[in-house]
């Protein structure tokens, strides 16, 4: 998930215009300056890149740089099927 954290960590930087030193995994996305419209924002852009589908439901859970993988890597795990059966 390291490497997920730091390709998120782009994605995040790239999407606000922000310094890549400043976006860490550990980074909250509310200190980075990103507020609910940005989280929309920022899972738009995440879907688009990724070419994966995330209910708006889990925004709830991107509170910061490491949780957004998480989510993502969810999403990449059923898109290509490697998810776990719940």
Same mark, same amino acid.
């Given at each position: 998930?390291?490497?997920?954290?730091?390709?998120?960590?782009? /994605?995040?930087? +790239?999407?606000?215009? @922000? %310094?890549?030193? !400043?976006?860490? =995994?550990?980074?909250?996305?509310?200190?980075?300056?990103?507020?609910?419209?940005?989280?929309?924002?920022?899972?738009?852009?995440?879907?688009?890149?990724?070419? /994966?589908?995330? +209910?708006?439901?889990? @925004? %709830?859970?991107? !509170?910061?740089? =490491?949780?957004?993988?998480?989510?993502?890597?969810?999403?990449?795990?059923?898109?290509?099927?490697?998810?776990?059966?719940?």
């Amino acid at each position: 998930m390291v490497d997920l954290c730091a390709e998120v960590a782009k /994605v995040v930087s +790239d999407t606000f215009f @922000l %310094d890549p030193a !400043t976006v860490a =995994a550990d980074s909250p996305l509310e200190e980075l300056g990103i507020d609910s419209k940005g989280r929309v924002r920022l899972l738009a852009a995440l879907e688009v890149y990724y070419g /994966v589908t995330i +209910d708006l439901a889990q @925004l %709830d859970r991107f !509170t910061d740089v =490491a949780a957004v993988a998480g989510v993502l890597a969810e999403a990449l795990d059923e898109r290509t099927g490697t998810g776990r059966a719940s």
